[in-house]
């Protein structure tokens, strides 16, 4: 009987070893994920529209048609933020001005952009912030590849900080 007890006891401490070296690998390697709760929709129509709760806009210019619908599905958005992009000399994409900053969107409060949607060198960027600390970001620009401008499943990265609040469950 005592033997058995040893075992069980050398079975726990190999399974307890191997979750704390597992957790340790997931805080050093892996810094993005990829999740479907937040929804993007170019030019949405009224049936989409009409999926939100409620929704504000924000219009560039007044005779635009092109919109863009920014919905989050099952995460409360702590903060979303419209930027304007410029070219660097070295032909990169970098962060210009803030132009409109949104907080606390809850599930199905929506925003809709009335912005001009650009080809070759896109002028506007959208980045948000979930719980965890996670942070999207997506630029606002046609898809020259298929022509699929909506966007279900977003890439989120997440820092140091943001793997251990994760792990101990702090919002």
């Given at each position: 009987m005592e033997t058995f007890l040893q075992?069980?006891?050398?079975?726990?401490?190999?399974?307890?070893?191997?979750?704390?070296?597992?957790?340790?690998?997931?805080?050093?390697?892996?810094?993005?994920?990829y999740i479907d709760n937040v929804k993007i929709i170019a030019n949405p129509t009224e049936e989409e529209l009409?999926?939100?709760?409620?929704?504000?806009?924000?219009?560039e210019y007044e005779k635009s048609h092109e919109n863009t619908l920014f919905l989050p599905l099952s995460c409360n958005v702590k903060v979303l933020k419209l930027y304007s992009l410029k070219l660097t000399e070295e032909g990169k994409l970098k962060k210009d001005v803030l132009?409109?900053?949104?907080?606390?969107?809850?599930?199905?409060h929506g925003v809709?952009?009335?912005?001009?949607?650009?080809?070759?060198?896109?002028?506007?960027?959208?980045?948000?912030?979930?719980?965890?600390?996670?942070?999207?970001k997506e630029i606002v620009q046609y898809n020259g590849f298929n022509g699929n401008d909506d966007?279900?499943?977003?890439?989120?990265?997440?820092?140091?900080?943001?793997?251990?609040?994760?792990?101990?469950?702090?919002k």
């Open positions: 075992v069980i006891d050398w079975i726990l401490r190999i399974t307890g070893l191997a979750s704390i070296i597992i957790i340790l690998i997931n805080l050093f390697i892996k810094d993005c994920e009409n999926k939100c709760k409620n929704y504000e806009e924000y219009s132009i409109k900053k949104y907080k606390r969107l809850e599930p199905y809709v952009f009335n912005i001009m949607r650009t080809c070759a060198a896109p002028r506007y960027s959208l980045e948000w912030k979930i719980d965890y600390g996670y942070k999207g966007k279900e499943i977003v890439k989120y990265h997440y820092g140091f900080i943001s793997k251990i609040r994760k792990i101990l469950m702090i």
